[in-house]
């Protein structure tokens, strides 16, 4: 089974000593969704920036797409995160830019624009579930649409692993639902989708079960508050 | 990263949306730097440095030249180096001394230029003889303080623009919030959600030295008509080199260290 992000013994304190994440191991198969459940304050935020290398650990290591982050140069750490897509909490959208001008900025920021960048917009919007929404200003759309449209963000373009910062927050179960087919359908499409949320009841619902010793595509890895030692 | 072209002028673009705090920090760059231009030329003790003396060359006409040749003749001895000002003068005439005949008197930018001034006259057809004069200047009188004033003007401009540039900075940075915020989740690292500043602070600087020198150009054009300025006008030249050289380095640099300092602390939101 190839693994696209494989976390080993990852620690991180703060300056207090309070360790925030603590040994904590797993892995997401390269075709694999896996859940990361956790109280406020566990450390889920954390996870994934440490993931996307906005912060080096205390101890351990974590191989994204089999590089280790903590050694990349910033260049090659920017070239890595075009493969990673990633939908911050909160959302980071352009509010007085329609949802395709949304796209289109982050795209030409990359370097992509005419056909190619079209194209990577037309499926960001169609994996989505946003295409009849393309002209629409973000002002004028609904909570569930921005988190998608938030998610077609991360989607462009085309990255080969999807991380979620709990899209599903504050919002109702049904519209939480939504969100967790449109992550599906991500993952059958070939992306390794690693999503945080508070809620254990939410991928419990969506036959989620817990991280156990054999290998799995589809799990919930748990996170316990940090630990003053 | 190719991308990083258009963030910028896509983020300089949107600054333009609060237009006023960018004005502002301009205007305060230029001040600075008119208030730098302004020690140059004051005096230090009552007259302009190096003006004690002002150097002519008197070149006598052949009597009957045609009247085109002698539009031309101006023309081609202004363009000599060395030379700051022609006029024509008539028999009869004083300035700067008696006229005998049709003559063209050639002011020197200095005492030194004379050599190879004359050598150049005396090769044109038309002038008959050359003749050397010097005289003091007439020094431009202005207030003892002037100096110590220029210098307070110059450290109130100067902070003005640090000040006016952290400001505007920290302005742009609001209305650019949300780009930043996006441009931080494709990787951008503190030092490159950064550039949007510097860049700012590099346009309005050179914005601002670009204001500066008009407004030295306009003066040296028409400032003969502020009795203020008249006894300053004429040594303008001689701070153009300076002016052209340093003028845009330190006008970016005022606007670069003002976005500098605008940007120590970016927007939370981003």
């Known amino acids: ?229 | 990263m190719t991308g990083i072209p258009f963030a910028l002028g896509h983020a300089l673009v949107r600054s333009l949306r609060r237009p006023g705090a960018l004005i502002l920090w301009v205007g305060a760059v230029g001040l600075a730097l008119f208030s730098g231009m302004a020690l140059l030329l004051l005096p230090a003790r009552g007259t302009p440095r190096d003006t004690a003396v002002e150097a002519f060359l008197v070149a006598r006409l052949s009597p009957l030249p045609p009247e085109e040749r002698i539009a031309q003749l101006g023309a081609e001895i202004l363009s000599m180096v060395g030379v700051a000002q022609v006029a024509y003068r008539f028999p009869g005439e004083t300035d700067p001394v008696p006229i005998s005949g049709r003559s063209v008197v050639v002011r020197l930018s200095s005492p030194a230029a004379r050599s190879e001034v004359e050598r150049r006259l005396k090769l044109l057809a038309e002038v008959v003889g050359v003749e050397y004069a010097q005289r003091a200047a007439a020094g431009a009188q202005v207030p003892p303080a002037s100096r110590i004033v220029a210098v307070g003007a110059l450290v109130v401009a100067l902070v003005l623009a640090l000040t006016l540039g952290q400001r505007g900075a920290a302005t742009a940075g609001r209305v650019w919030g949300e780009q930043l915020g996006l441009l931080r989740t494709v990787g951008w690292g503190e030092g490159l959600l950064r550039l949007p500043f510097l860049a700012l602070g590099g346009a309005v600087g050179l914005l601002a030295t670009g204001l500066f020198l008009a407004v030295v150009w306009a003066l040296w054009m028409w400032g003969t008509a502020v009795p203020a300025l008249v006894a300053f006008v004429p040594y303008f030249p001689r701070v153009w080199p300076t002016l052209l050289l340093l003028g845009g380095p330190v006008g970016v640099a005022l606007g670069l260290v003002g976005a500098g300092l605008g940007a120590l602390d970016l927007p939370d939101h981003s």
């Open chain 1, 1 to 229: 089974m190839r693994v696209a992000i494989q976390v080993s013994e990852v620690r991180w304190a703060t300056e207090d000593g309070v360790y925030v994440l603590d040994n904590v191991s797993f892995g997401l198969p390269h075709d694999g969704f896996v859940f990361v459940v956790g109280p406020p304050a566990s450390g889920k935020t954390l996870l994934l920036r440490l993931i996307l290398r906005e912060e080096v650990p205390t101890g351990g290591q974590i191989l994204v797409l089999g590089r280790n982050v903590a050694r990349l140069s910033p260049r090659r750490c920017r070239e890595l995160r075009k493969r990673m897509g990633y939908v911050p909490e909160p959302l980071r959208l352009l509010s007085d830019s329609t949802v395709t001008g949304n796209l289109s900025y982050k795209l030409r920021v990359l370097g992509y624009r005419g056909k190619e960048a079209e194209e990577h917009r037309a499926r960001a919007l169609e994996l989505a579930g946003i295409a009849s929404l393309a002209q629409e200003r973000v002002g004028e759309l609904g909570e569930l649409e921005r988190r998608k449209l938030g998610l077609a963000l991360a989607l462009c373009p085309e990255p080969a692993v999807l991380l979620c910062d709990d899209p599903f927050r504050e919002l109702p179960p049904q519209d939480q639902d939504a969100l967790v087919h449109i992550l599906s359908a991500v993952n059958t499409s070939g992306m390794a989708v690693l999503a945080t949320t508070r809620d254990p009841g939410l991928p419990a619902r969506h036959g989620f079960g817990p991280k156990g010793p054999a290998p799995a595509l589809r799990y919930v890895f748990s996170l316990r508050p940090g630990v003053v030692r």
